[in-house]
């Protein structure tokens, strides 16, 4: 199990041999909250333009559930060292020839022109694509490593307090079954000296078939067998679910609404003053759970 809030940082080299770049490293942060879905936030500098939306893609292979900040940081030489961009620059002083040829044949065309012309020079960074993309899988890779550790120490602590609190669920709703059959043999020892007390103080007597139909009928309407099944039903698999390597947050989250369900509707039958508490506290701690569920993967 893992929780969704962690943070790691990974880092890579931005420095190949051969290559006329300077050197500087680029680095990845990754910052996790919980998140009902998948939802990828990047951040990437403003000299590599591109680089977030490579950035989300590989985010959105490798990560699931949770919203996920990516903070892409580029460190060192490579931030403020510009190049020439050749080929743009050769296309540029060409369309300048071909137009001095068609205006002013002969006329000198300076090279210091092309000082002028936009988006010429350019950090050196932009023209290191692939080694950009390298660092930056490694980076991402490192950051993952470092994240994914923070969300297993986490996980492992929330698993430990939901564990607990499944044992005391399980305690309630041992005691609201072992209390059950007793609140039909109440309500009937209720109804018959409350017929002893009619019949001694009015000499009218109750018929004892009628009696038995109540009785049966308020058996009829207490019964929650059906329902503390269910709930033990619910949490095995819940329980199983814990043990699970994958991604079961949404279904852990799913079969605490079912165990609530069966909870309220064991509270609204029950007659029985100590299973309307014991409920209460079930309820309590079902909702607690649900807290913690909210947090996992």
Do not use: W
């Not at 039909?184 to 109804?191: A, D, M, P, T």
Request: with cysteine.
């Amino acid at each position: 199990m893992r929780s969704m809030t962690g943070f790691g940082v990974g880092e890579a080299p931005l420095a190949a041999e051969g290559k006329a770049f300077p050197t500087g490293k680029l680095m990845v942060e990754i910052r996790a909250v919980n998140h009902r879905y998948l939802d990828v936030r990047v951040r990437a500098p403003n000299q590599l333009p591109d680089l977030a939306s490579s950035v989300e893609a590989i985010a959105r292979e490798r990560l699931t559930r949770g919203r996920f900040d990516v903070t892409v940081r580029l460190e060192g030489a490579a931030l403020g060292a510009v190049t020439l961009h050749q080929e743009r620059a050769r296309s540029v002083f060409a369309a300048l020839v071909a137009l001095r040829d068609e205006l002013a044949p002969g006329v000198d065309v300076p090279l210091s022109l092309l000082g002028s012309v936009p988006d010429l020079f350019v950090p050196s960074i932009e023209q290191a694509g692939d080694e950009v993309r390298v660092a930056l899988s490694t980076a991402f890779d490192a950051a993952m490593v470092s994240l994914d550790a923070m969300r297993l120490r986490e996980g492992l602590a929330l698993g430990d307090d939901i564990v607990r609190r499944l044992v005391t669920v399980r305690k309630l709703a041992g005691a609201v079954t072992e209390r059950a059959p007793n609140v039909v043999e109440i309500y009937k020892k209720k109804l018959k000296e409350r017929a002893e007390r009619l019949r001694a103080a009015s000499d009218i007597d109750v018929d004892p078939g009628r009696l038995e139909q109540e009785i049966a009928l308020f058996a009829d309407r207490v019964d929650i067998c059906e329902e503390l099944t269910r709930l033990e039903s619910h949490t095995s698999h819940f329980e199983t679910l814990l043990a699970s390597s994958d991604a079961v947050g949404r279904r852990l989250d799913f079969l605490l609404q079912e165990m609530a369900r069966e909870a309220n509707t064991v509270g609204s039958k029950s007659q029985d003053a100590v299973i309307a508490h014991a409920v209460v506290e079930l309820k309590a701690e079902i909702e607690r759970m649900r807290e913690q569920v909210q947090n996992v993967e």
